[in-house]
């Protein structure tokens, strides 16, 4: 690990960073004095896998539920709908159903009842992607220490009257609009679209992100990488559990970005759209047409080439198995985003 990381240890003491998917979340616990492979590391099930699990459970024994808290990743839906569909009431406060939908009239309809406070007779359920008395509880019954900064990442939707897919895009074309450097895409003041996150930050009180920057600065960790990028433009794309982002990077900078979700694609339909995607020549409404999220692009920069050299992270990767190099920064590609934002942090500061 590069010094200026573990210059910003010294200074700032243990460092816990969480990015968390819809499959998982992966966390490591940066500590000063200690070699990157020795930091501590987990990969636990996503949080709204644990919320759906509760729910599921509660079904089971026809118990009614109030869902309390906050925003956070919407992946126990199915488990709301399943839980009503068993004729059992389920309720919730107005914060806490944002993780369903932004809007309260989609949540009503959904058999939802919304209230502040808990009906008789349900059981309180918490919601939140980040629980500080968790982590607390984890790392002492580990016999590590508490940390004195949060680093987290979460994929955010964004609230928005196009919808959330065009919203999210428009996120992604402001931040290339302000900068083309992922770390500066660490937000240290989260937009007002951006609730999930904004609730994120509310429980971990530091620096927060999206999962596409947190694993594009995981991948730039690598020098490998990073130093390829300033030879000739590359692609950079994370095969998540729920979503696959692309990126097109020259000189450590962003040039254009895709998402789409990984279970709409085919081994073939995402190699076609990363051939055209190379070539800035795929609509951010081509892609929405098939399901996805879009893409985005900073103006043409013809020095960087065809963007041809291709790493690839995340763990349904297999998919694009011998199109690209895989890649496991500091020898765990579970950690490539958690060690991003790190990375990239430190050397924001670093640069400051």
């Avoid at 220490?145 to 992604?172: K, T």
């Avoid at 074309?173 to 083309?180: C, D, K, P």
């Avoid at 007002?192 to 530091?206: S, V």
Wanted: glycine fraction near 12%; proline fraction near 7%; charged fraction near 20%.
């Amino acid at each position: 690990m590069e010094a200026f990381v573990q210059d910003f240890l010294r200074q700032h003491g243990p460092t816990l960073c969480v990015d968390i998917g819809s499959g998982t979340q992966d966390a490591l616990l940066a500590r000063p004095g200690l070699e990157s492979h020795n930091w501590p590391r987990f990969v636990l099930p996503a949080p709204a896998r644990m919320v759906a699990q509760r729910i599921r459970e509660l079904t089971l024994l026809r118990r009614p539920v109030w869902l309390y808290g906050g925003n956070m990743g919407g992946g126990f839906g199915q488990a709301v709908r399943e839980h009503v569909a068993a004729g059992l009431p389920l309720a919730s406060t107005l914060a806490a159903s944002r993780a369903l939908h932004d809007r309260e009239e989609v949540v009503r309809k959904m058999g939802v009842t919304l209230s502040e406070q808990c009906p008789p007779g349900h059981v309180p359920l918490f919601l939140g992607d980040y629980a500080p008395e968790f982590w607390a509880s984890l790392l002492r019954h580990a016999g590590l220490p508490l940390p004195h900064l949060v680093l987290a990442a979460a994929q955010d939707h964004g609230e928005s009257a196009q919808g959330n897919r065009i919203g999210r895009m428009q996120h992604w074309t402001r931040l290339l609009e302000q900068s083309g450097k992922p770390e500066d895409w660490l937000l240290t003041t989260v937009p007002q679209p951006l609730t999930r996150l904004r609730a994120l930050q509310d429980r971990t009180g530091g620096p927060v992100a999206d999962t596409g920057t947190s694993v594009l600065l995981g991948a730039l960790s690598e020098p490998e990488v990073m130093d390829r990028s300033y030879r000739q433009g590359i692609t950079i794309v994370n095969v998540g559990n729920g979503h696959t982002v692309a990126a097109l990077v020259y000189q450590g900078c962003v040039r254009g970005l895709y998402e789409h979700h990984t279970g709409m694609r085919t081994r073939e339909e995402l190699l076609a759209d990363l051939d055209q995607f190379r070539k800035t020549w795929l609509p951010a409404e081509v892609v929405r047409a098939s399901g996805g999220h879009g893409t985005a692009f900073a103006p043409p920069c013809e020095e960087a080439g065809g963007y041809e050299p291709t790493y690839l992270l995340g763990p349904q990767r297999d998919i694009l198995a011998g199109q690209g190099k895989f890649l496991d920064p500091c020898g765990d590609m579970m950690q490539a985003g958690s060690l991003g934002l790190l990375w990239g942090w430190a050397r924001r500061q670093a640069q400051c």
